[in-house]
């Protein structure tokens, strides 16, 4: 071999060296997002009902959260998942977006009298200028490709394709449509389902079909399922085994509903699946999943009449207070595992995290650049999610969620979780309309049943302050009184 030749191989082998270091240091990503389901609905974190065998075998080979939070529903939540910003707060968006979302929220002058407050509108889309995780794994040359529940606004100019992603399926709003089962009458690029199709199989299989288009760059998919929203449906045989459980349990069992069950083993079999597809594709450990909720679970009955269990409560957090669309414990905090073998170790972590902190860690875990100019309220917890470091990312956690109440045990709300403690406000519930304050020590109280203001004035004030800071330094659209409220008229039935 000539002395060229030889200095060419070296070339080769350096360069095949470092591109496999490369591939090796640039996971694909996949976000395994579900809907609705309570921080308590697994076996993984809990549940003597449910059975999720898929999410305690990502959970044995991966990092399990016990204290991750997310916003109390659907939009705002995706929202500060997909930019790491805080939706509430910053972007006005903290309701579910319906028709009466508004493209320029404000808070109005004044309220029906039987308000008491003036409750900020909120938000009909991400607002354009966001700038999404898509955006920035696309720009760092990621294969992105969106699948499910979007819910980020109505319209094309709205859709993941216009927020960084390269294909996407289904983009559905608040829930699959009348129906999960095909024909699917809202749901993009599906319209060759055979009838009775079940969306939640149909996304896994089109999921799994992207692992087959093997390329040069990693992927990066955003696989956001609409179990375990309403409307409940199952398949039958599924549904026909939880009814078999719930007849075991005593009537006043908390969780016991039977489509609720096979809702979340259909979630947790689509998890099994992929973890099949991608142990028999050789792509485990090239692989960093996260797996997460977006809210707490429905702990009111959401059956419709003649429906199996309809006078059922969908499901309950206990231990932890109230549910979905609330700010308490049982509506923020959620389930959430992350695994990549060989880099994020085996256990469970208390370290307080949000969905905010997957756009900024999943940057750093890829090296892919976070975006100039814009100020992310997620940290970078990689350190710690790696086990490097054994000091949390963060020690403080704020919420902004104001509104009135419309569903159940729902307030117009925010709160700071600083360490342990947690301050919440609830805006104009005090006397003459003003703000009330709460504050509960979730080190021993996690179920908050002890408010702990009265004891503690001085942290209460302390951590007011700081919630009065932030609630400043975002732009927040604050609640104020009514001018119009007439306190003898009798209040609204909700
Ligand atoms: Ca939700």
């Known amino acids: 071999m000539t002395r060229r030749r030889i200095r060419l191989c070296v070339a080769l082998v350096v360069l095949l060296g470092i591109r496999t270091a490369c591939a090796a240091e640039r996971p694909n990503v996949l976000i395994f997002f579900v809907d609705d389901m309570g921080w ?19 959970a044995e080979g991966g990092l399990k959260f016990t204290q991750a939070y997310a916003m109390p529903l659907c939009s ?8 790491g910003r805080h939706a509430g707060a910053r972007m006005q968006l903290h309701k579910a977006i319906t028709g009466g979302s508004q493209a320029n929220p404000i808070v109005p002058e004044s309220a029906n009298p039987r308000e008491a407050m003036c409750w900020p509108e909120s938000r009909s889309h991400l607002p354009r200028d966001e700038v999404t995780i898509a955006d920035s794994f696309k720009a760092a040359g990621y294969r992105t490709h969106f699948l499910g529940k979007w819910h980020l606004g109505n319209g094309p100019k709205f859709e993941p394709i216009q927020r960084g992603f390269d294909t996407q399926l289904a983009v559905g709003g ?81 969780q016991r509903h039977p489509i609720m069950g096979a809702m979340i083993e259909s979630m947790d079999r689509s998890l099994g699946q992929i973890l099949d597809a991608l142990d028999e594709q050789g792509l485990a450990k090239d692989t960093l999943i996260v797996f997460a909720s977006d809210n707490g679970g429905v702990h009111w009955a959401g059956g419709k009449p003649g429906q199996v269990a309809a ?3 969908i499901t309950s957090n206990s231990p932890l207070r109230g549910g979905k669309a609330a ?69 403080l956690l704020f919420e902004h969620f104001p509104r009135r109440k419309t569903l159940v045990d729902t307030v117009g709300a925010s709160f700071v979780r600083k360490g342990d403690w947690k301050l919440v406000r ?55 009184k009514n001018p119009a409220f007439e306190p003898a008229r009798p209040k609204a039935a909700k």
């Open 40 to 58: 308590m609905d697994s076996s993984t974190y809990g549940s003597q009902f449910y059975e999720t065998p898929n999410l305690n075998r990502l």
């Open 76 to 83: 705002p939540s995706r929202a500060c998942l997909l930019t």
């Open 174 to 254: 608040a829930g699959p449509g009348p129906s999960y089962f095909a024909p699917y009458s809202r749901l993009q690029g599906l319209g060759d389902a055979p009838k009775g199709e079940y969306i939640c199989d149909r996304l896994t299989a089109e999921t799994i079909k992207l692992f087959d288009q093997r390329s040069e760059e990693p992927f990066f998919i955003y696989l956001a399922h609409f179990n375990v929203h309403s409307p409940y449906q199952a398949p039958k045989s599924l549904v026909a085994k939880y009814q078999r459980k719930a007849a075991e349990l005593p009537a006043n069992a908390g």
């Open 311 to 313: 006078d059922v409560p």
């Open 327 to 395: 700010h308490t414990e049982g509506g923020v905090r959620v389930p959430m595992v992350v695994r990549w073998p060989d880099h994020v170790p085996v256990g469970s972590t208390k370290h307080l995290t949000h969905l905010m902190d997957i756009y900024p860690t999943l940057a750093s875990a890829c090296q892919v650049p976070l975006p100039k100019g814009k100020l992310l309220d997620g940290v970078n917890a990689w350190k710690q999610w790696t086990g490097q470091e054994a000091t949390p990312a963060r020690t």
């Open 426 to 480: 609830l805006w104009g519930a005090g006397k003459d309309r003003t703000n009330r304050h709460e504050l509960y020590d979730l080190s021993n109280d996690i179920g908050e049943t002890r408010n702990r203001a009265e004891e503690h004035p001085d942290m209460t004030q302390e951590m007011s302050l700081l919630l009065d800071q932030w609630l400043a330094s975002t732009g927040a659209l604050l609640p104020r």
